[in-house]
């Protein structure tokens, strides 16, 4: 087992803090500064949203509440898009920022694409799946 250095905490003389962790801490907080320094957004963008995502993207006008804005007076209402989709057998609903709106529809496209390969080829393998039986039968005989 390695040795670690122990150091007392200013906040509490009883507190004790290991130096390996305080390396670790450091290491984590280095990832998230930028090679420059600056800090690094959390929040996802379209380079690290998924490219395969189930459902449908849906325009949807809201009311947003506010007692001064154009949709209570006017009643013009606000666009808003959603993402649709089902997770273990419930509906569930995502809302889309404007600016990954086209990102998450080409990754709601890439599914539908991928799933209508796999019930193909799923309707492929049933067909080479029957004309092998009937062969076997017919062998069999």
Do not use: W
Not at 7 to 12: A, E, G, L, R, V
Not at 56 to 70: D, F, P, S, T, Y
């Amino acid at each position: 087992m390695p040795k670690t250095n122990v150091k007392q905490s200013s906040d509490s003389p009883t507190a004790k803090i290991a130096v390996s962790d305080c390396r670790t801490v450091g290491l984590a907080y280095k990832k998230m500064l930028g090679d420059d320094g600056a800090r690094v957004s959390k929040t996802k963008t379209a380079e690290v949203l998924p490219q395969i995502l189930a459902g449908a993207v849906c325009k949807q006008l809201k009311v947003c509440g506010k007692a001064n804005c154009r949709c209570v007076r006017a009643g013009q209402k606000h666009v808003q898009y959603c993402r649709f989709y089902r997770e273990n057998g419930r509906l569930k609903k995502q809302y889309i920022r404007t600016s990954d709106l086209e990102s998450v529809r080409a990754a709601c496209q890439s599914h539908k694409e991928l799933q209508a390969s796999l019930r193909a080829g799923c309707a492929q393998y049933k067909q080479t799946l029957s004309v092998s039986r009937a062969l076997l039968r017919m062998l069999s005989r």
